[in-house]
């Protein structure tokens, strides 16, 4: 007898009392998509961070961090990146990668040190955000921009990435400036939206998480590594447009801006029977998934 | 350089124009707090798992499942979970344990097969809920109850637990009595709040959550493993009034009905500089950490 929370057959013989209708499911909606529902990822906005068990394989959003994403760009064709190492996983918050070599870092070459914080934008940056009607805590607005769980403020004119599940930041010290790309994070615990509008996000893990997100963690302050064993090393971290093409990876992501999309959203609001016998009517921006798939 | 979320002193050298003041951390209101704004676990409320890597604490929280908790007591005393196996690990999700052999399951000795839902409580169970005044996507009120998370509806005089990162359930069939607590599964992801009253939730993981949440994740459906080696053992699962005194974890939790836990509550709402940019003055039910300290 396997007893899962999705659903099991066979111990359906009791109706309840107050059963829903049944509704689709992301599956369901996913399966009866169309083509054109789904976008390629672009090669200039995807990284591949290599690891020893694996690819992660990350989607820029250069809508929200153009400088930062340019700077880097820059670093991971200079191969900035490549023999440092995951050097923090803080149980319920984030993984961060960098250079575990406090005392002889390793220099850039063209990229730049200092990259003007971009916590926020302008508004007119992002043509693309589908609102939901769901009132959230941390936003006076969230929905999605092309693949991305955003969040805005028409009163100041300004949006933002939201710090959910598989979102990727930039480090940065007191210092909003400081934020140059060296050091990247990704969130593999409750969204900590108290990072937003406070810390510069410039993309999303699109395919690979478990890679990072079953990383041992460290009981040390803040989750960083106190033992250089306990690292994880990153063999590369590239842009796919650096990586030759029979090399890449081939996701598709639905389009937030698509009819789908917005079945997507509504089969996780309004949840039908048998399994569930309560719908919430509501999602959270951060429990709303956004597909991706191998493209055939 | 190393550029940390929380606060890297060596870069506070540039001021930002929109500072905002220090402010207690939540580090800080725990080292100011008192002995008696902390309750020791009470061993007939507490389970430890014990898996190869070590123990998991889970404290059971009686007042919201009552007649489910007195199952799992006996289920744990006659030994019933012992040499079972956690099954499933699903990412951003839930890890989940029970018996693997679904051909020939281990029988019940005196544990009862079917025990009556207890997805939702009435209000006047739990008389120890301190409401936050955060408006909730999911619940009328949200709140914490003696060291859990909580939610109520006050129309229709229900309570409930929440599923917050840590947080134990029962898994079900589509039957609602069908969840007795053979199978008991962890949240180990973004709070899946659309399982609130769908589900009858039994308690926390107070200590040993990363043993938990580092576990391999599973791509078959639902993130059941579909390899037995994929498998982790479970050593025992003891209620801690069955283990020897000397044997038992010393754990205590801050009183959340105390001032303390109110300015730690305070602490992750209205965050303070140099840091912290921007304060979101708001916090989400599963964002507001409940401390857990080891007992001198």
């Given at each position: 007898m396997r007893l899962t929370l999705i659903a099991a057959a066979a111990l359906a013989a009791h109706a309840y009392a107050g059963e829903l209708p049944p509704r689709p499911s992301v599956a369901d909606v996913v399966k009866a998509?169309?083509?054109?529902?789904?976008?390629?990822?672009?090669?200039?906005?995807?990284?591949?961070?290599?690891?020893?068990?694996?690819?992660v394989v990350i989607e820029l959003a250069p809508a929200f961090a153009p400088a930062t994403i340019a700077n880097i760009r820059v670093l991971a064709h200079?191969?900035?990146?490549?023999?440092?190492?995951?050097?923090?996983?803080?149980?319920?918050?984030?993984v961060q990668w960098g250079d575990p070599d406090e005392?002889?870092?390793?220099s850039f070459k063209s990229a730049k040190e200092k990259i003007p914080?971009?916590?926020?934008?302008?508004?007119k940056a992002d043509p693309h955000f589908v609102k939901m009607p769901e009132r959230d805590g941390y936003a006076p607005q969230v929905g999605h921009s092309d693949g991305f769980p955003s969040a805005r403020d028409p009163k100041s004119g300004r949006t933002w990435l939201a710090h959910c599940y598989g979102m990727v930041?930039?480090?940065?010290?007191?210092?909003?400036?400081?934020?140059n790309g060296a050091q990247l994070y990704?969130?593999?615990?409750?969204?900590?939206?108290?990072?937003?509008?406070?810390?510069?996000?410039?993309?999303?893990?699109?395919?690979?998480?478990?890679?990072?997100?079953?990383?041992?963690?460290?009981?040390?302050?803040?989750?960083f590594y106190?033992?250089?064993?306990?690292?994880?090393?990153?063999?590369?971290?590239?842009?796919?447009?650096?990586?030759?093409?029979?090399?890449?990876?081939?996701?598709?992501?639905?389009?937030?801006?698509?009819?789908?999309?917005?079945?997507?959203?509504?089969?996780?609001?309004?949840?039908?029977?048998?399994?569930?016998?309560?719908?919430?009517?509501?999602?959270?921006?951060?429990?709303?998934?956004?597909p991706v798939r191998e493209a055939k």
């Open positions: 998509s169309k083509a054109d529902d789904w976008r390629p990822l672009d090669p200039r906005n995807t990284l591949y961070l290599e690891l020893p068990a694996g690819r200079e191969q900035y990146y490549d023999g440092l190492a995951i050097i923090r996983s803080q149980d319920n918050f984030v005392e002889h870092p390793r914080a971009e916590f926020t934008m302008p508004i930041g930039v480090a940065r010290g007191e210092d909003p400036d400081s934020g990704v969130v593999t615990g409750q969204a900590p939206r108290q990072l937003d509008r406070n810390i510069t996000v410039v993309g999303r893990v699109v395919s690979g998480m478990p890679l990072l997100s079953t990383l041992p963690r460290s009981a040390a302050p803040a989750g106190d033992k250089p064993e306990q690292r994880t090393p990153i063999k590369t971290l590239r842009l796919a447009a650096d990586v030759p093409e029979a090399e890449r990876s081939k996701f598709e992501v639905m389009r937030t801006e698509s009819a789908s999309y917005a079945k997507v959203v509504d089969a996780v609001r309004h949840r039908g029977g048998p399994w569930t016998k309560y719908s919430p009517d509501y999602v959270d921006l951060c429990n709303a998934p956004i």
